[in-house]
């Protein structure tokens, strides 16, 4: 892989997979297990620049390209998926959506504290009866003087325990469909913000996965991001980067499980051989170290074009399909080659497992990536 | 104003081949890092840079990836890198590469020199030591704790001996060879790797350097690797059949003493 890497790409990956090893893989089945937000480790990401990979060293990023972004999520996630995608979804549909749609003021005023990781950003789009239909949200953002009053249930926020800075989509004007929906940032303490209880998931549980609430809460008209009425636009625009993201998460899931895998087949003996010399095993070992291959090429590929200005998202949409995909498959096979040992808590496999799932539901589930591909392939 | 040298080893994690010619490894498929006893050095000379003010210097002998550990320390707040990457010194043995790193050094104005007490590769340990005797300063090896004076003028470190604590003091300059336990590395930031790319590192040849390319290299070798050999593969663990609880005491008893021959 190291052919397509610059030497600063590699230097990050030397440097974040080191903290990874030393700060995360130590405790992340800790954190899956007490459904626990390490702050302090987040902490020590926010002071190594975690937080504001792409954003602009003026802004308080680190102002790396698409590539770098796509390896720390990557390595973070191979040691701990749901900081994965706490970093993700911070990065690329919380804080890329100011730097993109945000004034001038909005940016000085919103991206410095998110880029040093001081404050944690959210996404709220999906809702009880709008998740993949996304023009189906209920909530609203009606203009009162010099106000919007925000009301609302947005469920499934990643982050959402810990948020400070959330992008709210809502109806700004709920007769005019799905034109009439819009982004407003709404802050963590204004009356009327509420964090409801923590989901109970199946896995990235060390993400503090929550539903928020809005009971007529009230935020000033410069919240309001780009202009009203564009609130698809900016929501598909930040799930092209998110997609990048969540691609990079399944990449990093399925090769933790991989090595795992690898490691453990080398080791238990069966009928007085390593199981890895039994052919149905190998078998599997080299599907595994196809598709995760495969599918960190795909991601490169997305991330070059991004990189390079030119329309990617398309091969996003791909990157993230085959990605989960295969974050699923790999990790499946991974606890088939543990046999019990991979069913039991007792070994990482049993984590990645459930992690892998999630890939293939949020930022779009798979079914939704191959409509977007199809109607692009067939256009 | 101090310099560090600094090697790139294969990772601990990495799964060693020996070549066909079994005096060496196959290098293909290996990732590299920085010797991790290098990066206590290097860490140890920037908390003196932070203190004292001054510069720090990367110097390392080495093919062209090993510039990604030089912007490694270049990340992590060092100023500039210098790299002798020769294809002549491939292979050269620690007293050639000692010569090369002294003569890069030697030029510069300097008060410490860190290097990693070995190297997790093969282990040697002469590097520092040899460049310590090249330049004619005192050499501080396998140091656990560093205190420079107030005035700058001396240093007095600690050395672990048996379960004690051994310390010295020394005029500066002085080359000091790092041990575990010397401090906790800091990460590179994300910020720091892009502020690295725009640091000097320069690339020297031997021949820049004023060195004759035929005393580097592998047939110039005053040490030879004959042969290395594998660990032998573990065992798989042996249990103890007996009867009675007594009999198996006294199996185990048997096999400690005489197959084990560990009591
Ligand atoms: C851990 C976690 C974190 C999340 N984080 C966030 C977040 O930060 N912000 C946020 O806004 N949301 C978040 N989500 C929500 C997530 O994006 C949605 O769950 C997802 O978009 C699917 O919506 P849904 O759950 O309502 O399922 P539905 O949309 O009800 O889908 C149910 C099934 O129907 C299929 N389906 C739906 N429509 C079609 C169609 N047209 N053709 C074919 N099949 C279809 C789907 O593929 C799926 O299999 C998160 C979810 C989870 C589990």
């Not at chain 1, 979804?89 to 005023?109: C, D």
């Not at chain 1, 990617?312 to 019990?340: C, N, P, W």
């Amino acid at each position: 892989m190291d052919i397509f890497l610059s030497e600063k790409n590699r230097v990050v990956r030397q440097s974040v997979r080191r903290f990874c090893e030393k700060e995360i893989k130590p405790i992340a089945a800790e954190i899956d297990r007490e459904c626990s937000f390490p702050w302090e480790v987040v902490e020590k990401m926010g002071r190594l620049g975690y937080f504001g990979i792409q954003a602009p060293r003026e802004l308080g990023g680190a102002g790396l390209d698409s590539v770098s972004y796509v390896i720390v999520i990557e390595e973070i996630s191979k040691g701990c998926a749901g900081l994965g995608l706490c970093v993700s979804v911070h990065n690329s549909v919380a804080l890329y959506p100011i730097l993109a749609f945000g004034t001038r003021e909005q940016k000085q005023k919103w991206v410095p504290p998110l880029a040093r990781g001081q404050k944690i950003g959210a996404f709220c789009l999906t809702e009880p009866n709008a998740g993949s239909d996304a023009s189906g949200i209920e909530a609203t953002a009606i203009r009162k003087g010099d106000h919007y009053v925000l009301n609302g249930n947005k469920v499934f926020v990643t982050n959402g325990g810990v948020a400070d800075t959330c992008l709210i989509f809502a109806r700004t004007d709920p007769g005019a469909g799905s034109k009439g929906i819009s982004v407003v940032i709404a802050e963590r303490g204004t009356p009327g913000f509420v964090v409801g209880d923590l989901e109970d998931l199946c896995g990235v549980r060390a993400n503090p996965v929550s539903s928020i609430r809005l009971y007529d809460c009230r935020v000033p008209l410069e919240n309001l991001l780009g202009k009203e009425g564009m609130g698809l636009r900016i929501g598909l625009t930040a799930l092209d980067t998110g997609r990048l993201g969540i691609a990079a998460q399944g990449v990093g899931i399925a090769q933790a499980a991989f090595e795992e895998a690898t490691k453990y087949a080398k080791q238990r003996k069966q009928f007085g051989v390593p199981i890895s010399r039994h052919q149905a095993m190998g078998m599997m070992i080299a599907d595994m170290a196809t598709q995760v291959d495969a599918a960190r090429l795909l991601v490169l590929r997305a991330a070059v074009l991004r990189d390079q200005g030119k329309p990617f998202s398309r091969q996003s949409a791909m990157a993230k399909l085959y990605a989960s995909e295969t974050s699923t498959s790999v990790t499946d096979m991974a606890v088939q080659i543990h046999g019990g040992y991979g069913y039991s808590k007792a070994y990482p496999v049993e984590r990645y497992y459930r992690d892998a799932r999630v890939t293939r539901i949020y930022e779009g589930t798979s079914e939704i990536h191959r409509m977007v591909i199809a109607r692009s392939v067939l256009e | 104003m101090s310099a560090s040298g600094v090697k790139q080893v294969p990772d601990t994690e990495t799964q060693i081949r020996i070549a066909p010619d079994g005096q060496s490894i196959v290098k293909d498929d290996i990732k590299w890092v920085m010797n991790p006893y290098d990066e206590f050095g290097v860490e140890e000379a920037l908390r003196i840079k932070e203190k004292f003010g001054g510069e720090v210097t990367i110097v390392s002998l080495g093919p062209k990836r090993v510039t990604e550990s030089i912007r490694t320390a270049l990340a992590m707040g060092a100023d500039k890198g210098v790299l002798i990457n020769d294809p002549s010194a491939e292979d050269s043995d620690a007293l050639a590469t000692a010569r090369a790193l002294a003569a890069v050094i030697k030029d510069m104005e300097y008060d410490l020199i860190f290097t990693g007490q070995r190297g997790v590769d093969d282990d040697m340990g002469l590097v520092g030591a040899s460049v310590a005797e090249i330049l004619g300063i005192p050499q501080l090896s396998v140091i656990t704790k560093v205190e420079v004076s107030e005035d700058g003028t001396s240093v007095k470190v600690e050395r672990p001996v048996e379960g004690q604590t051994l310390t010295i003091e020394s005029p500066l300059p002085a080359l000091i060879t790092a041990q575990k336990g010397l401090n906790e590395p800091r990460y590179a930031s994300l910020p720091g790797i892009m502020k690295a790319k725009k640091k000097p590192l320069e690339e020297k040849t031997l021949a820049d350097l004023g060195l004759d390319a035929s005393q580097f290299g592998k047939e110039a070798r005053k040490l030879k690797v004959l042969e290395l050999t594998p660990p032998p593969q573990r065992q798989a663990g042996k249990i103890i059949d007996g009867e009675t609880p007594e009999e198996k005491a006294a199996e185990l008893a048997r096999v400690l003493h005489e197959e084990a021959k560990v009591i």
